[in-house]
């Protein structure tokens, strides 16, 4: 477990976990009045919530399972990514491909949030790589 400073506007409300073995915790909506995403729309929805995470983590935004399968709403740029040094709100891009409009309401579990390690890479340029079996097989080379 890590620890996480976290900071809210007025309505924001603090991620919730649902059960002890979610790994997601279910971040809601934090709004003045409701919004409405038409089919195939995009919203920027607020959470009212700053966090700080410890150097070395990241913070995943994910799409909750049954709005996807619900409704058909998902989010973009999945996951997002939350940095160690970011303190700004955290937003979260809302897609509706379902086919009616979808009403997001205040206090709304609109996505979940997760953490994990994050390892830089040291980059080494060189001349050539290393053949595999696979090589630069990819998109649907291994079939269905």
Do not use: W
Request: proline letters at 6%; one cysteine or more.
């Amino acid at each position: 477990m890590i620890s996480v400073k976290i900071k809210r506007k007025t309505k924001g409300r603090i991620p919730q976990y649902q059960s002890p073995g979610s790994s997601g915790a279910d971040v809601l909506a934090s709004l003045d009045e409701p919004v409405m995403v038409a089919p195939g729309e995009i919203a920027l929805v607020p959470t009212g919530l700053f966090i700080e995470l410890p150097e070395g983590y990241e913070a995943q935004i994910r799409p909750r399972s049954g709005l996807a399968v619900k409704y058909g709403i998902t989010l973009l740029n999945t996951p997002g990514t939350i940095d160690a040094d970011y303190r700004g709100e955290i937003k979260i891009i809302i897609a509706n491909f379902g086919k009616e409009p979808f009403r997001i309401d205040d206090g709304m579990r609109i996505a979940q949030m997760v953490f994990c390690r994050v390892f830089r890479g040291n980059f080494i340029e060189v001349e050539a790589l290393k053949g595999t079996e696979r090589d630069n097989g990819g998109f649907g080379h291994t079939g269905i």
